[in-house]
């Protein structure tokens, strides 16, 4: 079975931009969360979807957001971009509530 | 809210064990999960706690008590490849999944 896919690995862009992250989730599963990880902080939740449906919120701005598509892929984005958004995206998928599987992350850099 | 407390950096020497420790503070909890990750890797699951005891998968073991609201990772015959970072995470409710800040193990020769 082929993991956790996202795109782009690498985005590079400047304050007030906004962003559109993707994740492909391991076939099957139907949820998908996303993480936020910075230096320091571990791994900050951002949400999580099930069945096209935003089951759980972190506690981040509404300037993220995302949606869940009916074949399970993910986007999450990120408007009016800020300094401090420079981060590890990761997404993660599961089938149950037990193991998340993680994709490689995407590194955001905001200039 | 949630909330759960790990070392910040262990360092052991190779063929040694080490232990990383984990406190949490939750209501309705299920669960204890830990998660291994490489310098510019992506997390990568390596046990789950859902009942009191110790868990054991090859070199690595995982323990919980429910009632101290504790559990721990145990590394036996370390190996320079186990230099990661480790972070304990817990499943409450219906809550997401909240994850510690992570320990950063290194394995020195």
């Known amino acids: 079975k082929a993991g956790v896919t996202q795109t782009p690995r690498y985005l590079i862009k400047t304050r007030g931009q906004q962003v559109t992250l993707s994740c492909s989730p391991i076939s099957g599963h139907r949820s998908v969360s996303w993480y936020q990880q910075t230096p320091g902080q571990g791994l900050q939740f951002l949400f999580e979807?099930?069945?096209?449906?935003?089951?759980n919120k972190g506690n981040f701005p509404g300037r993220f957001s995302g949606r869940q598509f009916s074949n399970s892929r993910s986007e999450m984005n990120v408007s009016t971009l800020e300094l401090g958004d420079s981060a590890l995206y990761l997404c993660a998928s599961s089938a149950s509530t037990d193991t998340q599987y993680f994709g490689p992350g995407t590194r955001l850099t905001v200039l | 809210g949630q909330s759960l407390e790990q070392p910040s950096e262990v360092t052991a020497v190779e063929g040694a064990i080490v232990q990383i420790n984990c406190t949490y503070q939750?209501?309705?909890?299920?669960?204890l999960s830990w998660y291994q990750q490489h310098d510019g890797g992506a997390p990568t699951f390596l046990s789950y706690?859902?009942?009191?005891g110790l868990e054991e998968t090859g070199r690595f073991s995982s323990f919980l008590s429910r009632s101290d609201s504790y559990g721990y990772l145990l590394l036996q015959e370390l190996q320079m490849k186990d230099s990661a970072s480790y972070f304990c995470a817990v499943k409450s409710g219906n809550t997401p999944l909240v994850f510690g800040k992570g320990t950063r193990l290194s394995v020195i020769a």
């Open positions: 706690n859902g009942l009191d």
């Open positions: 979807y099930f069945s096209e449906t935003q089951r």
């Open positions: 939750t209501s309705g909890f299920y669960g």
